[in-house]
């Protein structure tokens, strides 16, 4: 394996943005001479094998974009030199947090990826957390605890990069009291398409700044992020009651995202190891306490209608509860699943729609249709704290986030990864007719009418974001919108 790694030369000249050397790098014939420095790069320029090869999969390992480069920036100005160089080459560029999108949304053919790792400042000040984009929610969540706070709005998987969530919107089981990642940003600092740093918040670019916040990397590359935090619990009671139905699961999931009683709310359909009667429904609430002070199970429960002798109910400290699927991870990487091809289907769907749609689309699957190990989510999100302008969401006061977080592990009677996303496509056009949305994160093609229809309304100030700030339309090609 040839390794060319363009190292930054200490007190290299930055005035050679033109960067010969880097010219020579990206020459038709490929050459570039091993040792060969990048002036003025505080980080890494890498063009080997390995280095191109993680770039060029993902969490979905279905979709393969080779990179010529990969940047490991030293530095937000590493970010503005290499975008104004490509830009000026037309050599398209994405980031890449943590590459946990499922079709290749992150990758770049022939281009360069921006790997946002090395861009980890963390630091809490006051109510605040100031990030740097590569820096995940576990180690946000690590560094507010001591202070007594959290983001009030986690991922269930902790190990996602904020930037890579901002730029996608961020959902969980705070979000009905919070909204989603995206609506706890005070400000950010991005690079945009032009290899300009800015700073934007609701007051300073407001149009960039949300264009940004859901705008799935189209116009600038967020280098930084300043979001609020929030007082954590200690602990945690967390109450999993089942339920036979999805209509008798949704009613209860209405009735207490209506008087708000759990301070986190989401759900599940189940598969019983067996098969038995088909599709069980599991409602996940959990209330925030500190130990002194429990919470009143009879309050919590009541009014409830789940089969109250299977409901399972445990204390957890916050951030066991927080982390909770790091052991899952940990289990899935040991049997190989976590490496499978994961063709993942997200939407949101307005409340009005959503029993009907849910019923009859679980009607026609089993866990099969997930994969063995495949996880189907399923629970509503008020509306009324969602300020962002993306990601798109039914207008509706509830909406409900539905989930099929399919693994196409090779095994009798599991589709293989085609036939998931093709079932994908089938099942997100009948929720599109309905009045949802994608959540894009997951595996549904979608070509650039799909994507014009998805953004609506939305779409002309998105496209005049992308045309002002990202002129030459060299950002994130991996998403297929522009
Ligand atoms: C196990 C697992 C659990 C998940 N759980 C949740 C969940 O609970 N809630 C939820 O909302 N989502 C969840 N997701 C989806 C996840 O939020 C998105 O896939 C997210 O984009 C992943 O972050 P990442 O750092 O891996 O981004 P990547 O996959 O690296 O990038 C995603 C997209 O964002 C762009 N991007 C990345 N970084 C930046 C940046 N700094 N600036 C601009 N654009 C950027 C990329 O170019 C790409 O287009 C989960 C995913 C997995 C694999």
Known sequence: MSRRTL????????????????????????SLAEGDRAPGL?????????????????????????????????????????????????IPVAARGQGHSTR???QVEEGLVI???????????????EVGAGVRWSQVLSAALPYGLTPPVLTDYLELSVGGTLAVGGVGGTTQHHGLQVDTVVELDVVTGEGRRLRCSPRTRADLFHAVLGGLG????????????????ETVRQYHLYYETVEALTADQRLVLADGRFDYLEGQAQWPAGGGSGWRFMLEGVAFHEGSAPPDDDALLAGLSDTRADAEIEDLPYLD?????????????????????????NVFVPSSEFD???????????????????????YPLRRAPLGTTLPRVPDEPVVFLYALLKTATPA??????????AANRALYERVRDVGGFQYPVGSIPMDHADWRAHFGPAWDDFAAAKAAHDPAGILAPGQGIF
């Not at 509860?321 to 289907?345: M, Q, T």
């Open 218 to 233: 189209q116009c600038a590359v967020i280098v930084g992020a300043t979001v609020r935090l929030a007082p954590a619990p």
């Open 104 to 106: 290749g949304q992150a």
């Open 42 to 90: 505080d980080g890494e320029l890498v063009f080997d094998e390995e280095s191109r090869a993680a770039a060029a999969d993902d969490f979905g390992h279905a979709v393969s974009r080779y990179p010529r480069a990969v940047l490991r920036p030293g530095s937000v100005r590493d970010v503005e030199r290499m975008i104004r160089y490509c830009r000026a080459r037309r």
């Open 321 to 345: 509860f927080a982390d909770r699927l790091a052991p899952s991870v940990e289990f899935l990487k040991s049997i190989g699943a976590w490496y499978d091809p994961h063709p993942w289907w």
């Open 115 to 129: 790997e946002t790792a090395t861009l980890d400042g963390l630091r809490v000040r006051d109510d605040r957390a």
């Open 7 to 30: 190292l930054a030369g200490a007190g290299a000249g930055v005035a050679a943005i033109g960067f010969d050397p880097l010219t020579r790098a990206w020459a038709d014939d490929g």
């Open 412 to 421: 009798p009677g599991v589709p293989d990864n085609d036939a998931m996303v």
């Open 356 to 378: 009907a749609l849910a019923a009859s689309s679980l009607a026609e699957m089993t866990q099969d249709d997930v994969g063995p190990t495949g996880v189907v989510l399923m």
